[in-house]
């Protein structure tokens, strides 16, 4: 698995060692209510639990203290996000960013847009 280094991780956190554990998996979030009541409380609402990445994403935003989990969709496929990003309240401030393979990265929003339109990827 590729992950963001530690070093890159405290470019966007005051606890990098925390949020690297969460984005490999080694946190059980449901265990973590002190760290993650948001989360907790969204998990215990849903009558499906919500996949790994979803739940991921969410407690990363509580821990990096953003505004919420957010989508952006491309014009290939508009039922799967291209990525999703925790939101800072900034296009170009960076966050923790998971793409549509899967992979954690440390970018903002608005380079990872205008980066793949570069390339020929539009964006609804």
């Known amino acids: ?3 963001p280094s530690i070093k890159t991780l405290s470019t966007i956190t005051d606890n990098p060692e925390l949020l690297r554990k969460l984005i490999e998996g080694n946190i059980d979030i449901e265990q973590c209510p002190e760290l993650f009541p948001v989360t907790c409380n969204w998990i ?3 009558y499906n639990e919500p996949n790994e990445d979803e739940l991921i994403m969410s407690a990363a935003n509580e821990l990096l203290e953003c505004h919420g989990v957010e ?3 491309s014009n290939v ?3 799967e ?6 939101n800072t309240g900034d296009s170009y401030v960076g ?3 998971l793409t549509d393979t ?4 440390v970018s903002s929003w608005g380079d990872m847009v205008e980066s ?3 390339n020929g990827i539009e964006f609804n």
């Not at 996000?81 to 925790?86: E, G, K, V």
């Open 44 to 46: 215990r609402a849903c």
């Open 71 to 73: 989508a952006v969709f």
């Open 81 to 86: 996000p291209a990525f999703t990003y925790c």
């Open 116 to 118: 793949a339109e570069r």
């Open 1 to 3: 698995m590729n992950l």
């Open 95 to 97: 966050t923790l960013v």
């Open 102 to 105: 899967g992979r954690y990265l």
């Open 77 to 79: 496929d508009d039922m």
